[in-house]
């Protein structure tokens, strides 16, 4: 018993030695790092005051932290991001629809401004700003070596003042220069219309109006058109949309799907996951759907392509698209400012991840490029001659007036949709897919 006890006394020694051996670096390890990060702090302030007492001029104290903080997170990712208490503001103007500026969104690569995507009626958008454009020079002055924030603050200005901007394109040559008027960004985010049988819903961003005035304008549409047996389809067009909240993306996913997974988010930890999931209720009660994207549909647009798409409720067509994968949270700070950090990736219901990657269309159909004005001399396009032009032709005699009429209505019809694939080649070549798809459909 003895030799027992001393055994075991022996062994809860070892243990403790072990212990110690085991623990003891790691903890002078944490210390190391918490007086490394102390050290850091230090040095940060001594370059501070230096810079308060020595240079050459005098500067703003709070100019000064708030660019360190704008540093600390830009160097995180593109899409992390200080917002002072004027930027805040202007970002909740722009979650409710209005706000003033070009009217592009953009992002930050290899030091310059990257446009996403333009948004529909601005400024930018008439003047021909492209998604994936750069832009280089704001009235003459480089933009290299800016932070985001200070390049957009740059593009700023009064309502009705022009602003000239240097674009590097790919596919040309030459950087050039655009004239572009300031306005205020009045953005009408769902736009719809019926394009023979089928109604097109062009989302332009996701804010809080995008779902409600979707939905709305879809009844609208069907109502006009005397109800859903009339309709062959439906068009979501989110080329060039940008994003917005995902809230809104959820929204449109789940407007269309009865069930499933819609998309998931994923943090740094576990817990920190998400899933959201469709409830019953389909508004194109089953109709087939197209989406339309581009290199300028982003975030939230590609949630809802994505779902669609994994789910086979909608055939994807157009370009690969931008690949913003992950999930920013806005979080307020004191004095009224606000932090934009990105805190989770986003994956559809797949399990895969579109992070610089993208959604790829089912069907590639590239737009053909803007043709500008006075490029090209319009030439009238000439119908050719047919059997019922000739004098003397036999006629039909297997069809009645009536059925003829419908043919000729049907072959109008038909040509109004050739005629839209010059205005827009990718929304005629959607309709199209619609047009086949019901051709296929079992009659009832």
């Known amino acids: 018993m003895k030799k027992f006890l001393m055994a075991a006394a022996g ?23 918490t007086n490394n990060v102390y050290e850091q702090l230090d040095l940060f302030g001594d370059i501070f005051e230096r810079i308060r007492a020595q240079y050459v001029e005098e500067v703003d104290s709070s100019a000064l932290i708030e660019a360190a903080i704008d540093g600390m997170l830009t160097s995180l990712d593109p899409h992390s991001s200080y917002l002072s208490p004027k930027d805040a503001a202007k970002m ?9 500026g070009l009217g592009i969104e953009v992002t930050q690569e290899d030091g310059f401004v990257k446009v996403v995507s333009p948004i529909d009626g601005t400024p930018a958008d008439e003047a021909g700003i492209e998604a994936g454009d750069f832009i280089t020079h704001v009235n003459g002055e480089s933009l290299l070596g800016l932070v985001l924030d200070e390049a957009v603050e740059m593009m700023r200005g009064p309502v009705g003042s022009e602003i000239v901007i240097t674009v590097v394109r790919e596919g040309e040559t030459e950087p050039f220069d655009v004239s572009i008027t300031r306005d205020t960004i009045e953005l009408t985010v769902v736009r719809s219309r019926t394009e023979g049988d089928s109604v097109v819903l062009r989302l332009s961003t996701f804010n809080d109006q995008t779902y409600p005035k979707m939905a709305e304008q879809l009844a609208e549409k069907v109502e006009a058109a005397g109800g859903m047996d ?27 799907l009865n069930e499933g997974e819609i998309v998931s988010t994923r943090g740094r930890e576990a817990s920190d996951g998400d899933r959201f999931n469709a409830k019953m209720g389909d508004l194109a009660d089953g109709k087939p759907i197209v989406v339309l994207i581009n290199g300028g549909s982003a975030s939230a647009s590609e949630i809802v ?45 797949s399990g895969r991840s579109i992070q610089s990657l993208g959604v790829s269309p089912d069907i590639v159909v590239a737009q053909p490029p803007r043709v500008a004005d006075g490029d090209e001399e319009e030439t009238p396009v000439r119908r050719g001659r047919s059997e019922a032009d000739l004098r003397g032709s036999l006629n039909n005699d297997s069809l009645s007036d009536d059925e003829i009429k419908q043919i000729e209505a049907d072959r109008e019809k038909a040509e109004k949709a050739a005629e839209l694939r010059i205005e827009d080649y990718q929304l005629a070549y959607a309709i199209d897919i619609l047009k086949g798809l019901t051709a296929l459909a079992p009659k009832e």
């Open 305 to 349: 392509a994505g779902a669609l798409q994994d789910h086979r409720r909608a055939i994807v067509i157009g370009t690969k698209s931008f690949g913003k994968g992950s999930v920013q949270t806005v979080m307020p700070l004191r004095s009224e400012g606000a932090m934009r950090l990105t805190t989770a990736r986003y994956y559809t219901p």
């Open 11 to 33: 062994g809860t020694v070892l243990g403790i030695i072990a212990t110690t051996q085991i623990a003891a670096p790691l903890l002078a390890q944490e210390a190391a790092k």
């Open 230 to 256: 009339k309709i062959n389809g439906f068009v979501i067009d989110l080329r060039n949309n940008p994003g917005g909240l995902l809230t809104q993306a959820i929204k449109v996913s789940d407007a269309f």
């Open 92 to 100: 909740r103007e722009q979650t409710r629809g209005e706000f003033g």
